[in-house]
């Protein structure tokens, strides 16, 4: 129950931040219309309201919400340092004005002033704030004549985890009445307790106790109609997160280690073909022209071809502008005594087999361009771990390290706007996708992409 009554709240809160980015963007339109027409460098000469500004207010509706849920605003403790919490307001008040711009360039829509959503941010964030502050207080305030008790039976001694967490989070409205060992209790002295202390809500902690004795315990808690809840660190895992869920009529345990299936891997895929759609549309010609200068400089292919493994192991021929001799594989065992990266990747400073042309294409970045129809036909993604050749793959004698194949490589990643060629430890390059994988929003997609183009301007890493 009090969890059911915790997703309730969530939902109108929900409508509520929907309502309030709604209220923040209808003011900065009126903002923008009534600043003076000189107003510092804008240029302004709008004077009435738009009616098809109303046609934005359901993208900041819809936007408004999913997304401070996916960034844990709704999981913040009441304890929260307060510039945590104006800080997660901005970032998803910036991330809806990057929406809205992205689909204002998509559909050639230009009614709108730009100037609109730079008096938005600040506004929305501001508003936001301001209703969690005062929904907080409004609930802390009622805790007291709210508040139910809650029993906690485990097989360990510890309960300082659940006071601290129950304190951090008052809004719950539960009490930790009792704590029982389940080794010390029978059915009669848990029924006991339940009458005693007026319990509303039972948890079970518990990894090492029998489950016959839990699973009459979790009886008499149904007998007495107290809502009993089993805990699931029962299993000791390390990264992955554990969700329940029902295949078919089957209820079961899931643990994943990676992204779950959600919104953002939906954004994320058509980020994923939008984006590479419209790169190779704006960079045909500059590609046509490489492909020129190689065929011209070197006589060879100019794509070079070479098998990867994609999501998962699966091999894919992956795309590059050659920028090597045609004869390179064939020369790779020559130069195996000069490799510089640990384990099985191959890296060599001032590789012989560059060609010249090879080497500003591989200084730019732009032997890379022809991955975009990898990511074109869903084998890759913009941003991900890099693939390896899958004799590369095979050769990895970790099976942690093989984790980095549980998501879709990508053109760009951490290592590559964190080093690059600098890093010369497999070991380290995989923390770092590791660490990308482990902590992936698509926020952290976009502030990867952005921090490439810097990252290859200043070539670096690159060799």
Known sequence: MPFAKHKIRRGVLQVADAIVACLAFLLAVFIRIHLPQDFFFLQLNETSFNKEYFYFLIPIALLTPVIHTKIGFYNLSSNQRRGDVLNLCIQTSTFVFICIVFSLFIGQINFLARSVFLIFIPLSALFLYLRHILVLNVILKRIPQRRQNLLLVTDHRTKTDWQRDLQDHPEFGLYLAHHLEVAKIDSESFVRTLHDEAIHLVIFDI???????????????????????????????????????????????????????????????????????????????????????????????????????????????????????????QLKNELDRLNEMSGPVFKVTNDPRITKIGRFLRKTSLDELPQLINVLRGEMSLVGPRPLPVYETLAISENAQRR????????TCLWQVQGRNEVKSFEDWVKLDLQYIDNWTIWLDIKILLMTLPAVLRSHGAK
């Not at 980095?404 to 053109?411: A, T």
């Open 404 to 411: 980095r194949l549980s998501v879709k490589p990508g053109i």
């Open 207 to 329: 990894k090492h106790t029998s489950f016959e004795k839990v699973s009459r315990l979790i009886r008499s808690a149904e007998d007495e109609g107290v809502e009993a809840w089993l805990a699931t660190n029962l299993f000791d895992v390390r990264v992955a997160r554990i969700k329940v869920d029902y295949f078919l009529s089957h209820p079961m345990l899931i643990f994943r280690s990676t992204p779950d299936s959600s919104w953002e891997i939906l954004f994320k895929s058509i980020i994923d073909r939008l984006g590479s759609s419209l790169l190779l549309a704006v960079l045909a010609i500059p590609m046509l022209v490489i492909a020129l200068l190689i065929k011209l400089t070197d006589k060879g292919q100019v794509f070079f071809k070479q098998s990867r493994s994609g999501l998962h192991g699966r091999p894919f021929m992956m795309y590059k502008f050659r920028s090597m001799v045609s004869n390179a594989e």
